[in-house]
């Protein structure tokens, strides 16, 4: 197994014997919020400085990387209600969920009200091999102690969006 010794990551082996698996696990700053971040690593990843130099850009700059993001999480929202339907329905006791249907007036809770609220939880970053293109996955939760719901958003290091997937 090789390893490297990287400015931000440390000590990085970044072969996974099977499957993937978290080489590096740490947090980022996203304004006041700490947000949990993991660099995964597969059985044929190799290690290369420029990658993982890239990659720690990402955590120095998530705020340019979640602008990216909540401007797609908008636009999915938007053109798919089902992520809220699903959290008015099932989220009676949330707190930040009446505060929306009040502010709403009477109307549906509105995409743009509805990504404001979310909260990024987790910046997964994955090496090469495993990355299929966007190696950057941004999981934003909505009341994560009443829902494991998830948005991901997979975007490439320099914050292009790939796609937005309902996970859980």
Known sequence: MKAIEHAHFGRVEARAPDGADAVWEGTARLGDDEVEAQLWAGPSSEPDVD??????????????LDTAARTALRTYLHEDRYFIDFHVEELEDSETLARLVRDAAGEAVGADSFTAAMRLSRVGLWL???????PVILDYTFDPDLSDQ????????????????WES
């Open 51 to 64: 990658e993982l130099d890239a990659l720690a850009a990402c955590l120095t700059d998530l705020s340019a």
């Open 128 to 134: 090469g091999d495993l990355s299929d293109g966007a």
């Open 150 to 165: 998830i948005l991901a958003v997979k975007s490439t290091r320099d914050g292009t969006v790939v796609s937005v997937d």
